[in-house]
């Protein structure tokens, strides 16, 4: 058994006499004795590292996740360059609590300005906060951020924006008395713009996935368009990978842009910790939660990195706060900002175009198929897509006797796939023959 | 000192009236108890106030304040060489007006004239 | 030597690459994006070499000060040693997708399923979630739950919860973002609950109370029994934030003080490295009345023993967080706790009382104790009157203590002790550790008296001075423009 502690039990007795006590009971002398538990916890008993090794590894091979993937919806295999976890691993880094003192946290807070500058510029907008939990609660704050701004209580989202992200949009507007109106998508798998024109009276802005959940590109400069004609504020909800190729919020006007940051360099790890990104124009700069790094100098005149605009923040508004956020992300931001360091504009540029070339391929050897056809044939999209095929569930029990994961099948018996650079042309054929064979067996002709 | 040209609460704020108009600010003692200020969160033309409810928010790097109005009504002007410029309260308080509000409502009786609210600031 | 470190922008060669990905196997699909979706310019990122990137970062690193580089005894954080295995091990499920089929996520959802039951039984409680992905984001979601307790009675007025004013700020700031209204009450001379107060702001709009027991002072409320008779006597529900956790595992429980709703900063009580600022995990356990609320999904068993992610809870105030909680951080307070089992546990908090009690007793007769009585896991101290008159405070007091190779301890906080320093050592410092620290401590409360000039120009030995913050906060430079 062991605690971590350093202290032997002679020093400890020591300790206790100093403070004139005699034994660790006394310690605890204000806790009400009828209150105490009085037995030892019933937990399993300890374990040395050895065993605990051995323990995990029998958590470990109850998983089947080393396959060949094709399912996204909001969580990405992207490669992971492996300076990014061995400099995460830096303990200066990872052991540091929120960088309260500035004069002996400037790595941390130099990390998050570079951090907040590679929002900045991926987004194509002028100020990003250190994070917040992940895209989902960017999304749930991005609404208190438009009600704020615009003192409406109403805001517009799109259908087609992931189930996850207006699962928790609609939990927090719940509790902040906002009230949501969902825009429809129409046959071709995008917002109707009409439908947000009709609707924009009272609401402070509009959310947009762009790509959204069933892959397809939002015409976003249309609702852009749309909603400022309104008087509104648009929010874009998009995917970091894509905009090495993808033209970036700020091009197209957008507001408020915010994601989640899980495709930079970040494991998958059964959904986290990942980090959500927030960006905003000069005007909404003060309306972003939670922690933000700024620049200034000491009395020497050098750079020295801070929390800087804390009033709006929790610890000091209090009740008046806008978000209670308080520990973020940090280091998830940080190995993020590391990924688009090192790709640079050009590696963003290539791993996205392959994700559109793999992404194309594998869409059309799929719809080369008997019985499967693309859902949305006419609208361009990025990585992911929608295709319609019966027996969906059979076909992912098929892959899944290869530890092959398949699209996600959805609820109305769709399947959302998706490819990324880590899939190859071997995987895209194997795949094809299975369900070939297994549309053949169970009968997929309509 | 503050001037006897206007009437104070005791929340701090100074209100100087012409005909149905106030000009509502801050005192000195306030702005000196804020410290530097960073921020002021102004409201915008055509907001109402209610008096004594908050209508402005006055940041320093460790703190912020709420600024209570003197009256009740609806905002006309905002002084907006604050929005870039905070220091100017730490300046001259009684120099810069935040708001100024066409009112509705008034208790000129709560308020304190210049003498009364130095006492004030001595007995507090 | 101070200096100023390059912005990894201001190191950019043109052409330069670090990246390294195969040749694409497929043909290009460039062209199926129409050209109007299209950027034409590169991202403005900056082009490096490997070897660089690895510098900067190592180098920046070496400007940063973690738990491995020193005591860090920052009250209320509860920063103990991150054990390495759980470093090593918690990678080990990096590949596991979060929609996989249940079936080939059972090792994921097991461990999962596993852990909530050990933190009921540490915590007294009936069901856990592990969905919320920090404290404050716990404390929403707490807070959640008792709003849906009292809408689903018709309970509609209780739309006030009471706050402490020695609470952390996220407290009154998670219930107003949960859409109640705050009732702040002054804590008692003796830094507990003032029973009156309490007793006169409960009514029939009174949705709960929320505490920290240990209170932020480090002192536990001895009047808990009374208290939570007080709130549920009128018709609220007790809430527990669980920053000072430490102080009590194996010795008392939320669940048997009368709590109904708490929340565990798994980052602080069960070790998981905080990541210089995130990510932590902010586990939610409740009490039976409490369970049709919780978040979904809920992990559950079929009839033939395999785990699958139920959604199918109509009373659930919904998600708060786009998957199950911070996986990664969970594995790591598992094996944490697996470690240590039952009496390690135990051992943990005896030791966290025992290092704070040892550092108040020392610090005795050089700094004030306002409340001076035993400490729990931490201990909030002031300077003297005398130290103040020489013009010196708590803030010169934590830069002089970054020059002798310690981080600060919490100050400013609780607001209600003017000029705060709150201590909290953790169990994981050796006992000369301490010694230090005070030695340190005693040192500078000597150099106040005899050269305070020193004193205000500390830090010297950073790589920075102080900041200038009010410019920082006037004329926000939030990006590097280039």
């Known amino acids: 058994m062991r605690s971590y502690v350093p202290n032997t039990e002679k020093e400890r007795q020591e300790m206790l006499e100093s403070i004139g006590m005699t034994e660790m009971d006394d310690l605890f002398a204000d806790i009400p004795k009828d209150l105490r538990l009085n037995r030892p916890l019933d937990l399993p008993k300890p374990m040395s590292e050895m065993e605990l090794r051995d323990l995990l590894y029998d958590y470990v091979s109850m998983n089947d996740e080393g396959g060949p993937l094709f399912r996204g919806a909001g969580a990405y295999r992207h490669y992971i360059p492996s300076l990014i976890p061995q400099l995460a691993a830096r303990s200066e880094f990872y052991t540091a609590y929120t960088p309260y003192q500035a004069e002996m946290s400037q790595g941390m807070l130099q990390s998050l300005f570079e951090y907040q500058t590679v929002i900045c510029d991926l987004t194509g907008l002028d100020a990003a906060n250190a994070s917040v939990y992940d895209g989902a609660t960017a999304a749930a704050e991005a609404l208190l951020m438009l009600r704020d701004n615009k003192r409406k209580k109403k805001v517009l989202y799109a259908a087609s924006l992931n189930p996850n992200v207006v699962a928790v949009m609609k939990t927090y507007a719940h509790c902040a008395g906002i009230e949501l109106v969902e825009i429809p998508m129409t046959d071709k798998g995008v917002t109707d713009i009409e439908a947000v024109a009709a609707n924009m009276d009272g609401a402070a802005g509009y959310i947009a996935a762009n790509p959204n959940y069933y892959g397809c590109l939002e015409p976003m400069d249309d609702i852009s368009a749309a909603v400022h004609a309104a008087g509104g504020l648009l929010v874009a909800y998009v995917n970091p990978i894509t905009l090495g190729v993808i033209r970036r919020p700020g091009d197209y006007g957008a507001d408020i842009a915010i994601g989640d940051g899980q495709p930079l360099g970040l494991p998958l790890a059964f959904g986290g910790p990942y980090v959500g990104f927030m960006a905003a124009t000069k005007k909404l700069m003060r309306n972003l939660p939670g922690r933000i790094a700024g620049e200034t100098t000491d009395a020497e005149g050098n750079r020295v990195f801070v929390l800087t605009l804390q009033a709006r923040e929790q610890h000091i508004r209090r009740e008046m706060a806008s978000s209670n956020i308080c520990s973020n992300q940090m280091l998830c931001a940080i190995m993020a900002s590391m990924y688009c360091c090192t790709m640079g504009p050009a590696g963003m540029r290539e791993v996205a175009e392959q994700n559109i070339n793999k992404a194309h391929f594998l869409a059309s050897k799929l719809c080369a198929l008997d019985g499967v056809k693309l859902r949305y044939p006419n609208t361009p999209f990025f990585n992911e897509f929608v295709i319609d095929v019966k027996n969906a569930e059979e076909i992912n029990k098929a892959l899944a006797k290869y530890s092959i994961t398949g699209g996600l099948v959805l609820p109305d018996g769709g399947m959302l796939w998706c490819a990324t650079e880590m899939n190859s042309a071997d995987e895209f054929d194997f795949v094809c023959d299975i369900i070939e064979d297994t549309l053949d067996s169970v009968g997929g002709e309509e | ?124 | 030597m101070r200096s100023n470190y390059k912005l990894i922008f201001e190191r950019s060669r043109a052409g330069r690459r670090a990246f390294d990905l195969p040749a694409c196997d497929v043909p290009s699909a460039i062209l199926e994006i129409p050209g109007e979706m299209r950027t034409n310019e590169p991202l403005k990122l900056p082009e490096l070499g490997e070897v660089d990137l690895v510098r900067h970062y190592t180098n920046l690193s070496r400007r940063n000060f973690g738990v491995d580089n020193g005591f860090y005894p920052l009250g209320s954080c509860t920063m103990k040693y991150n054990p390495k295995i759980n470093e090593e091990l918690a990678p080990m499920f990096d590949d596991v997708h979060p929609l996989l089929d249940p079936e080939m996520s059972q090792g994921c959802l097991a461990l999962m399923r596993d852990m909530e039951c050990m933190l009921c039984e540490i915590c007294g409680m009936d069901a856990f979630t592990l969905q919320p992905a920090a404290g404050a984001h716990g404390e929403l979601t707490g807070l959640m739950h008792i709003r849906a307790y009292h809408e689903h009675r018709g309970d509609l007025e209780r739309k006030v919860i009471i706050v402490p004013d020695a609470a952390h700020g996220t407290n009154p700031a998670s219930a107003a973002m949960a859409g109640f209204k705050v009732k702040e009450i002054k804590s008692a001379p003796d830094g507990g609950v003032d029973l009156d107060a309490l007793r006169a702001a409960v009514g029939p709009d009174t949705a709960g109370l929320m505490l920290t027991n240990p209170s932020t002072l480090g002192l536990f409320e001895r009047n808990i029994k009374e208290i939570a008779k007080i709130v549920h006597e009128a018709g609220g529900l007790l809430y527990y934030d669980g920053a000072n956790l430490n102080a009590i595992m194996g010795i008392v429980r939320p669940g048997d003080m009368g709590f109904d709703v708490m929340h565990i900063n798994l980052h602080k009580t069960f070790s998981t490295p905080h990541g210089g600022g995130g990510p932590g995990s902010g586990p939610v356990g409740v009490k039976k009345h409490l369970i049709p609320f919780m978040p979904v999904p809920r992990i559950e068993e079929k009839d033939d023993g395999e785990l699958y992610l139920s959604y199918d809870k109509p009373e659930s105030i919904g998600k708060i967080k786009s998957f199950y909680g911070n996986f990664g951080v969970i594995v790591k307070a598992y094996c944490y706790i697996r470690s240590l089992g039952a009496a390690g546990l135990k051992e943990a908090s005896e030791n966290a009382v025992l290092n704070a009690n040892y550092i108040m007793n020392q610090l005795r007769g050089t700094y004030e104790i306002p409340h001076d009585r035993i400490c729990m896991h931490e201990c909030v101290v002031t300077p003297t009157e005398e130290m103040m008159a020489n013009d010196v405070h708590t803030s010169d007091i934590a830069k002089a203590l970054i020059d002798r190779g310690y981080h600060p301890p919490t100050i400013y906080f609780p607001l209600i002790v003017h000029e705060a320093m709150m201590i909290e050592p953790t169990e994981s410092e050796a006992v000369e550790t301490l010694d230090e620290f005070v030695t340190a401590m005693k040192e500078i409360a000597a150099q106040v008296k005899e050269d305070p000039a020193a004193v205000h120009a500390a830090p010297v030995t950073t790589p920075v001075g102080r900041p200038d913050e009010v410019t920082a906060a006037r004329k926000p430079i939030v990006k590097y423009e280039w």
């Open chain 2, 1 to 124: 000192m503050a001037p006897n040209d206007r009437k104070y609460t005791r929340d701090h704020e100074w209100v100087m009236v012409e005909g149905n108009v106030a000009k509502m600010g801050i005192t000195a003692h306030a702005a000196e108890a804020l410290g530097d200020i960073v921020y002021v969160e102004l409201p915008a033309v055509g907001d109402e106030t209610v008096m004594g409810e908050s209508y402005c928010v006055v940041e320093s790097v460790k703190a912020s304040s709420s600024v209570y109005s003197a009256v009740t009504g609806k905002v006309v002007e905002i002084n907006e060489e604050l929005d870039g410029a905070p220091e100017k309260l730490n300046e001259d308080a009684f120099a810069n007006f935040i708001a100024a509000v066409e009112f509705t409502e008034i208790n000129e009786a709560e308020l304190m004239n210049a003498e009364e609210y130095e006492k004030f600031c001595e007995e507090e």
